[in-house]
């Protein structure tokens, strides 16, 4: 066995009188010391995600996919709890299509990926492919970016009376945006989303539902990710491309720098207009169709690691988990290990009576050390070690991930034990990130006082604004910092603006961000 090998360690495994070397390394670089490699290692050495052999867009792998499946699972629940259903559309939208609604062709242009022809050939010495010239589309076709041209094109023929509204619509799908700088879940060409898009009566109706949206998404972050948000309304250029409002939940990760980890939009009739989406109303007379659209994507994965992961790996709220629950056993003999699986069944029964996902890895290919080491790494929130001291007093070690903490306790009631401590890790985790959070939340009165938290503190920073979109513009410019958003719970506040010395009416939230 090797010594001193950083962060690499070679373990020896034998198999049928041959040995097997796997080379691994498993520890991260810190967060302190540079908080993009912590994360982009972290992703990848904990099995969630990895580059794929096309620029900017990933492979999800199974563990990643499972956390993935539990955040869809849920708000797919609370989306019909809401009275949503779900449905699904056209990955190709024709390039038409696009040039219908102006402000929503100008914020996806540059993203777009573009489809031109439908076939390819052989060339003629038959060692190579390329795109055939004689099958080029009549109409070439994007590759949706967000799907309410291909949607309100098809609302078209499904509303013609009042009696057809309202339209609550929900799609599960990939995306393509061409993106130039990309990182694992935060920022892809392609990732996987959800994407309502509602039609209503009224105008009245539509707002209603696009807030109940923000606070659906508000609701699931804080309860199911144990991530504080502040929900607010953003200001007119930093909307969704043809809406007229757009809600926001604000997160701030570790690095003091702030994450949109959804949107729900007030869409007027903008879209209505734009494919003549008209119903005949109550008193007979044809009116345009009130609109939203809402979504959350894979960016919520990379929300959740930068929210409560550290220097040992992922750190997993329970709710979320793919396993809550892992039992580890500490044997050296096979008798004893029969023993112990005895007890663990029994364990094992009890905790999946309460719902409590459980991993038993009796395998024989690391040592326990190696185990807790890989569970630590991959988040999993409570650990169990059971040997045959333990048999015989009756007890199980009990590891949680959030605080490393351990303590001996009796098997005697441990399936509630645990019950009750997955639901304090929940609430611890929740506790954490909220008082972190709160602790960055700066309030400033001029511009020297602004640069320096941005440069020393980070966080949001709360500041005077003067509602006009050329200081925002300039103080981006300046600092690289957005107004996140204008808090739903925000109070008329008279002042200065920080730059222009403007009056001002109220605070906003900036911040650098992702």
């Known amino acids: 066995m090797q010594n001193n090998l950083s962060a690499k360690t070679i373990l020896f495994i034998s198999y049928n009188n041959y040995t097997k070397i796997f080379t691994m390394s498993k520890k991260l670089t810190k967060r302190s010391e540079d908080y993009s490699k912590w994360y982009n290692e972290l992703v990848v050495k904990a099995g969630l995600a990895e580059n794929s052999g096309i620029r900017g867009m990933m492979v999800i792998k199974p563990y990643g996919y499972a956390i993935w499946e539990k955040m869809q699972a849920q708000l797919d629940k609370m989306f019909k709890e809401t009275g949503h259903q779900n449905a699904y559309f056209p990955l190709l939208i024709p390039k038409s299509y696009f040039s219908k609604e102006a402000k929503h062709v100008d ?35 994007i590759i949706r970016p967000t799907s309410e041209t291909i949607i309100w094109d098809t609302y078209k023929r499904w509303i013609q009376s009042y009696r057809d509204l309202p339209i609550l619509v929900n799609q599960w799908a990939n995306v393509m945006r061409w993106e130039m700088r990309t990182r694992l879940f935060l920022r892809t060409a392609e990732f996987l989303w959800q994407e309502g898009h509602t039609a209503h009566e009224t105008r009245e109706e539509a707002i209603a539902e696009a807030e109940q949206m923000i606070n659906v998404y508000a609701d699931f972050a804080q309860n199911f990710m144990a991530m504080p948000v502040i929900k607010g309304v953003k200001t007119e250029s930093e909307r969704f491309a043809g809406a007229e409002e757009t809600y926001t939940i604000e997160a701030l990760m570790q690095d003091g720098k702030a994450l949109q980890s959804g949107t729900s939009h007030f869409l007027g009739q903008n879209f209505a207009k734009a494919f003549d989406v008209k119903f005949l109303s109550k008193k007979g007379k044809l009116e345009y169709v009130w609109a939203t659209s809402w979504g959350v994507s894979t960016r919520l994965m990379g929300a959740l690691i930068m929210t409560h992961s550290d220097d040992n ?157 050329e200081t925002e513009e300039k103080i981006k410019e300046l600092t690289k910092a957005t107004i996140r958003c204008i808090p739903f719970d925000n109070k008329p506040e008279e002042g200065i603006d920080i730059l222009s010395g403007k009056p001002s009416k109220q605070r906003v939230l900036f911040a650098k961000a992702y």
């Open 107 to 141: 914020g996806f242009a540059k993203e777009a990926a573009v489809v031109t022809h439908y076939r390819l050939r052989t060339t003629s010495d038959g060692k190579d492919i390329e795109v055939d010239p004689t099958a080029k589309l009549e109409e070439e076709l």
């Open 313 to 469: 790996g992922l750190v997993l709220p329970p709710k979320l988990a793919p396993v809550q629950v892992v039992i580890i056993p500490i044997y050296r003999k096979t008798a004893q290990l029969k023993d112990i699986t005895v007890k663990v069944n029994e364990i094992i029964a009890k905790l999946k009576a309460k719902g409590i996902s459980v991993k038993y890895d009796d395998s024989d290919n690391y040592k326990p050390g190696w185990k807790f080491n890989e569970y630590e790494l991959k988040g999993v929130p409570v650990r169990l070690a059971i040997g045959p001291r333990d048999l015989e007093n009756n007890t199980v070690e009990v590891a949680r991930r959030d605080t490393l903490t351990k303590e001996v306790v009796s098997m005697d009631g441990v399936d509630t034990y645990i019950e009750n401590l997955l639901h304090d890790i929940q609430q611890n985790l929740f506790k954490k990130a909220e008082d972190y959070r709160n602790t960055h939340i700066t309030e400033v009165n001029n511009f020297d006082e602004f640069k320096d938290v941005l440069e020393n503190k980070g966080g949001f920073v709360s500041a005077h604004w003067d509602g006009a979109p």
